[in-house]
């Protein structure tokens, strides 16, 4: 029992005088080793899975110390792995948590959205609200369009606006979310649209990492300025 105990007593030691130094942290030396230490430990956070904050320290230390490591080479190597195959089931576990909350209040926010009168749902389930009518040409699946648009989440937090960056986008018809590809070809040239759009007609399940959690439903206002 003493030959467990002695690396638990070793390690409370080091996170000790770890946890004194960290109290002021003013020189250079001090700012970069915080800065790493920040780095990694919400890297190890974000990655969601759980290890032995004394074992780490003792491990780190030895490593500055050059301290021949306690773990073999080959033992190294297959718990890096192991820690990486945790990592991805982790993270899968939880963009599908994630993804699963995002569709129910996806859900919820368009079947209240549905109710209103001004609101228009094809068959796909896209819906949309037109702002404003447009009077050209209908642009067909393998046109080039350039368009206005604000992208935001159902809370109304935007995501993306051209407006903001005071450049249309342009792109194929067809080569967008299945949401914008339908619309598109429904709208008239100079026409304003409000979409409201399920998620399995916009990135899925998988979302648009980092910024759109797999199962959004989102909202775009969009213009539809000129066919190439």
């Keep these: 029992m003493r030959y467990l105990i ?13 946890n004194a130094q960290a109290q002021n942290i003013e020189t250079d030396e001090q700012k970069m080793g915080y800065a790493i230490g920040r780095q990694v ?6 990655n969601g899975v759980d290890i032995d904050a004394g074992a780490f320290l003792r491990g780190f230390d030895e490593a500055l110390e050059g301290i021949e490591s306690t773990l073999t080479p080959q033992q190294l190597q297959a718990t890096n792995m192991k820690y990486q195959e ?7 576990e939880l963009a599908a948590a994630q993804s699963a909350g995002a569709k129910a209040e996806g859900e919820a926010f368009l079947a209240e959205n549905a109710k209103r009168k001004e609101v228009k749902i094809t068959d796909s389930g896209l819906q949309y609200e037109v702002i404003r009518k447009g009077t050209g040409a ?26 903001s960056r005071n ?19 429904l ?22 990492p980092p910024r759109i959690p797999g199962g ?11 066919i190439k």
């Design 86 to 92: 945790l990592a991805r089931a982790k993270q899968a």
């Design 138 to 163: 209908t642009p067909a699946a393998n046109d080039t369009v350039s368009t206005h648009y604000k992208g935001t989440f159902i809370n109304g937090e935007e995501f993306d606006s051209s407006y």
């Design 41 to 46: 430990g919400e890297s190890l956070k974000q």
């Design 187 to 208: 709208m008239k040239t100079g026409a304003k649209w409000k979409l409201y759009i399920p998620y399995n007609l916009a990135y899925g399940e998988a979302g648009s």
């Design 6 to 18: 002695a690396p638990i007593i070793m390690a409370s030691l080091l996170m000790s005088e770890h």
């Design 167 to 185: 450049s249309p986008a342009e792109f194929p018809v067809n080569r967008v979310i299945a949401g914008w590809t339908e619309a598109l070809q």
């Design 216 to 226: 959004s439903a989102l909202v775009f206002d969009i213009e539809l300025l000129e």
